[in-house]
């Protein structure tokens, strides 16, 4: 990667944009160092925007933007929707983008995206996530560890109730009359983690208000707990919509740091919303880049 980022963040749910470059590359503990906050930059993420050797260096590209994403710990991931809008807003500044609808290229799918408008430091941003997926084989969840009324068992021998649904990556949603922090340390990193998934899964602890809001708490894979998300605020909304809890259309979902809004269609097509404010853009010293832990 290059050594110039920028920072911004959905609803506190912060990312570091980088473009490719041959100053560092992407180890595990590398990742994990810049996205340290008391020893790095800081983020609960990275986005990486590829070069494109066909593009000029401003405008349009001749082909989607291509990403990639890393989360704090170093592993690679499939998308992050805040992550995604904190991109378009990256774009949007650099005059690469304007209000109309561009694609990205990320894990292997092509994502449409939209700066609605910009006031400074504020983007409104919206992205169409495609159609999600919902049951065990989504989220490469093996169906038998499953009881009949749908819970996994954790360890101590509680079960819970799980919703599994995927936007791109995977995700399981409990639904409780009231999501408790206390619920959240609990079943998060247990849930996150379990034997019975293939590649660990994002956490969401979510309650219905009414027929077009939830409200969620958020563990993240490889994250831990985060103030907001963009793709678990599409699956507490698509868990809700296709469980019935609510109706098919705009739905609001409150998180700690804020609301997005989920606009979620009968067959499920999804489209995220809101607004990302930028923080920072920054250089890394090259002191800094030569001390990161290499391959």
């Given at each position: 990667?290059?050594?110039?980022?920028?920072?911004?963040?959905?609803?506190?749910?912060?990312?570091?944009?980088?473009?490719?470059?041959?100053?560092?590359?992407?180890?595990p503990?590398a990742?994990?160092r810049?996205?340290?906050?008391?020893?790095?930059?800081?983020?609960?993420g990275?986005v990486?925007l590829?070069?494109?050797?066909s593009?000029?260096?401003?405008?349009?590209?001749?082909?989607?933007?291509?990403?990639?994403?890393f989360?704090?710990?170093?592993?690679?991931?499939?998308?992050?929707?805040?992550?995604?809008?904190?991109?378009?807003?990256y774009?949007?500044?650099?005059?690469?983008?304007?209000?109309?609808?561009?694609?990205?290229?990320?894990?292997?799918?092509?994502?449409?995206?939209?700066?609605?408008?910009?006031?400074?430091?504020?983007?409104?941003?919206?992205?169409?996530m495609g159609?999600?997926?919902?049951?065990?084989?989504?989220?490469a969840?093996?169906?038998?560890?499953?009881?009949?009324e749908?819970?996994?068992?954790?360890?101590?021998?509680?079960?819970v109730a799980v919703?599994?649904?995927?936007?791109g990556?995977p995700h399981?949603?409990?639904?409780?009359?009231?999501?408790?922090?206390?619920?959240?340390?609990?079943w998060?990193?247990?849930?996150a983690?379990h034997?019975?998934?293939?590649r660990?899964?994002?956490?969401?602890?979510a309650?219905?208000?009414?027929?077009?809001?939830?409200?969620?708490?958020?563990?993240?894979?490889?994250?831990g707990?985060?103030s907001?998300?963009?793709t678990?605020?599409?699956?507490?909304?698509v868990?809700?919509?296709?469980?019935?809890?609510?109706?098919?259309?705009?739905?609001t979902?409150?998180?700690d740091?804020?609301?997005?809004?989920?606009?979620?269609?009968r067959r499920?097509?999804?489209v995220?919303?809101?607004?990302?404010?930028e923080?920072?853009?920054?250089?890394?010293?090259e002191?800094?880049?030569?001390?990161?832990?290499?391959?």
């Amino acid at each position: 990667m290059g050594t110039g980022f920028y920072k911004a963040h959905g609803l506190g749910n912060d990312y570091l944009v980088f473009e490719e470059g041959d100053a560092w590359t992407a180890t595990p503990d590398a990742v994990g160092r810049v996205c340290d906050r008391w020893r790095g930059p800081g983020g609960d993420g990275i986005v990486v925007l590829l070069a494109d050797p066909s593009s000029p260096a401003t405008g349009y590209p001749a082909a989607p933007f291509r990403l990639r994403m890393f989360n704090p710990d170093g592993s690679e991931f499939e998308r992050s929707g805040n992550g995604l809008r904190v991109l378009a807003s990256y774009l949007a500044r650099r005059g690469r983008v304007d209000t109309q609808p561009f694609s990205v290229e990320v894990g292997g799918d092509l994502v449409t995206m939209t700066v609605h408008g910009s006031t400074p430091p504020v983007h409104d941003v919206s992205v169409e996530m495609g159609r999600a997926r919902v049951g065990p084989a989504a989220v490469a969840l093996d169906p038998a560890a499953l009881d009949p009324e749908g819970r996994l068992e954790l360890p101590g021998g509680e079960r819970v109730a799980v919703r599994p649904v995927s936007v791109g990556n995977p995700h399981l949603v409990v639904f409780t009359p009231e999501p408790t922090r206390e619920q959240l340390l609990s079943w998060g990193p247990a849930l996150a983690t379990h034997r019975a998934l293939a590649r660990g899964s994002n956490v969401q602890i979510a309650a219905v208000v009414d027929g077009h809001a939830c409200r969620a708490l958020i563990w993240e894979r490889g994250v831990g707990r985060t103030s907001a998300s963009g793709t678990s605020s599409c699956a507490v909304a698509v868990a809700a919509v296709s469980a019935g809890l609510v109706e098919p259309g705009a739905v609001t979902v409150h998180m700690d740091g804020g609301d997005l809004s989920v606009t979620v269609s009968r067959r499920l097509d999804v489209v995220l919303r809101g607004p990302v404010e930028e923080v920072c853009e920054g250089t890394l010293t090259e002191a800094f880049v030569k001390a990161l832990p290499a391959a």
